[in-house]
C-alpha cells in the first residue's frame, strides 16, 4: 500500500512494526485499522507465532492432499484426472478415490519403454483396421456385383418382354394384314355377285320373266363365286348409290344409322336425301327408317340404293 497509509495510523498512534503488518495483511487504511483493532490485545511476537503455526500448518495440509487416485474396480494407480477419464472410458470402470501416495515420475528409459508399448499398440490396431478395410472392401466389392448382376437380369427381362411384344405387334399387324385382304376379296366377291343378279334381273325385265330369287345360302354355286360367310358375320357393308348426278359408291360400317348415310350421300351430291329405294327386293326406306341401322335393315354386306 501506499506510504501515507502507514503514516496514517502511525499519526493515529499505532505501534509502526504492528500498523505495517496490518497494512501488509488487509491491503488499504480500512482493514487495516480492523485488523489492530481485533488483535489490539497480542503483542508483534504474539501475532508472528500464530503466523508461522498457521504457516506451518498449511504446509502440513498440503502434504496431506491428494496426490493421485486410484481405480477401486480394478486398484490402479493414475497420476490425475485426465488420466482416470481415460481409463474409465478404456475399461468402462467408474468407481475412482483419492489417495495420498505419490506416483514417482518416470525414468526416461520407462518413459522410452511406454512410447515403444503406445506405437505398437498403434500397429496393431492400424493391421487390425487395414484387415477389416480389406473385408469391407471386398463384401462392397460383392454387393456391387450383385447390384450390377441384378441390373443386368431386369434389363434382360425388359428386353425380352420387348422383344415378346414387338412380335406380338407383328403377327397382329400380320393378322390385320390378312382380315383386310379378306374382307377385300369379300367386298369384291359380293360386288361380283351383285353385278351378276342385277344382269339376270335386266334380262328377266327385257323376257318378261319373274326375276330370280335371291339365293338363300351363301356359298359357291355353278353361277359363280359367293361370299364365304353370313350375312350376319360382316361389320361392314358396300353400297352402290344411284345419285341424278352418278353412281357412288360407298362402304360403311354395319352398325351405321341411315341417317349418317343419308347426312353422308348429302355431302357427297350437295342435295339433301328424302329416301332410298332397294330395287331388289322392291322396298323404300323413307325417314321412318333413318334410325335403323344397314344390319337391321339387311343392307349387308352389300346393297344397291336409288337416292330421292
Known amino acids: 500500500m501506499s506510504t ?28 487495516a485499522i480492523d485488523w489492530l483493532d481485533k488483535n489490539a490485545d497480542k503483542s508483534i511476537d504474539d501475532i508472528k507465532a500464530e503466523d508461522a503455526q498457521a504457516a506451518e500448518d498449511k504446509s502440513a ?9 486410484v481405480c477401486n474396480d480394478c486398484g490402479k494407480q493414475m497420476r490425475g484426472v485426465a488420466e482416470a477419464e481415460f481409463h474409465a472410458t478404456k475399461s468402462g470402470h467408474e468407481n475412482f478415490s483419492e489417495s495420498t501416495e505419490q506416483i514417482e515420475p518416470l525414468t526416461e528409459e520407462e518413459k522410452k519403454q511406454k512410447l515403444q508399448d503406445l506405437r505398437e499398440k498403434l500397429a496393431a490396431k492400424r493391421s487390425i ?6 473385408i469391407d472392401a471386398k463384401r462392397n ?17 425388359l428386353k425380352a418382354k420387348e422383344q415378346i411384344k414387338e412380335a ?19 367386298r369384291i366377291a359380293a360386288d361380283k355377285e351383285e353385278r351378276r343378279l342385277k344382269t339376270e334381273r335386266e334380262k328377266a325385265e327385257r323376257a318378261g320373266r319373274a326375276p330370280p330369287p335371291m339365293p338363300a345360302v351363301t ?25 341424278p348426278t352418278g353412281n357412288v359408291m360407298k362402304t360403311f360400317p354395319v352398325d351405321t344409322t341411315l341417317f349418317e348415310v343419308a347426312s353422308a350421300v348429302a355431302d357427297e351430291t350437295g342435295q339433301d336425301v328424302e329416301s332410298f329405294t332397294q330395287t331388289f327386293p322392291k ?6 327408317y333413318f334410325n335403323e341401322t344397314l344390319k337391321d335393315l339387311k343392307l349387308v354386306p352389300s346393297a344397291s340404293l336409288v337416292v330421292k
Open 61 to 69: 495440509e498440503d502434504a496431506a492432499q491428494a496426490q493421485s487416485l
Open 219 to 243: 356359298g359357291p354355286t355353278s353361277s359363280g363365286p359367293t361370299t364365304s360367310k353370313p350375312a350376319s358375320a360382316y361389320t361392314e357393308t358396300r353400297i352402290r348409290f344411284q345419285t
Open 141 to 157: 466389392e460383392q454387393i456391387s456385383r450383385k447390384k450390377t448382376k441384378e441390373s443386368e437380369d431386369i434389363k434382360e427381362q
Open 129 to 134: 483396421q487395414s484387415e477389416q478395410d480389406k
Open 4 to 31: 501515507s497509509d502507514l503514516d496514517q495510523l502511525v499519526d493515529m498512534g499505532f505501534d509502526k512494526e504492528k500498523a505495517e503488518l496490518a497494512v501488509k495483511k488487509t491491503g488499504n487504511l480500512s482493514g
Open 283 to 288: 322396298k323404300t326406306f323413307d325417314k321412318e
Open 168 to 186: 406380338e405387334k407383328k403377327r397382329k399387324e400380320k393378322q390385320d394384314d390378312i382380315d383386310a385382304k379378306k374382307r377385300i376379296q369379300a
